[in-house]
């Protein structure tokens, strides 16, 4: 349906989406259990209302771009956006004001519990403790979505030619209703360990 992390539900669009984007945790592949990801550590405070990401150092999109964490904050917000139309946007509601601004009753995204304080650290507020919040952030919804690239092009971002993204996979050329060709993402933080040169989706 779309390669924006942002909008769809189904599985097939997850595992192509996984592929290119990373969030703040990843899926263990035994247990499924969140593990680090571009988040390198985080803490929660004391009653489980707060939680704070500290990301790797040196991440970079796939155009060589810097990846803060304030683009973090973007693309939940975004995804939370009434405009955008994400089906997923309720994944994000265990955040503090997220529901309220996805519903159009709170028009302000700044209530929404999410700060960047610096470019490496992302301070998340919970409405209430929310023990699984880290499965959340392993998923496609909430992966982090290049804003230059979509504010120069648009919706057309995600198209073969003006895609930018920032997981162990690049997408290097699609034939629609045919297949998706990806090649090893070199300016992947852990692209060391990933051991298929690429992948064909038919």
Known sequence: ETIDPAIPTGQVEARVILLLFEGLTAYDPQTLAPIPGLASRWETS????????????????????????????????????????????????????????????SGDPSRVGIVAPDDSTLVVGLREPTPYFTYLTSSPAFAPVPRHAIERWGRAWTSQEHLVSNGPFRLVSERHNERMVFARNPR????????LDGVVAY
């Open 46 to 105: 004391s009653d489980g209302r707060i939680y704070t990401f500290h990301l790797r150092p040196g991440l970079v999109w796939s155009d060589g771009t810097a990846l803060r964490a304030a683009e973090f904050a973007y693309a939940w917000r975004r995804a939370l956006a009434p405009a955008t139309g994400s089906r997923s946007a309720a994944l994000l509601y265990a955040i503090h004001g997220a529901e309220a601004y996805n519903r159009g009753e």
């Open 188 to 195: 992947y933080w852990d692209a060391a360990h990933v051991r």
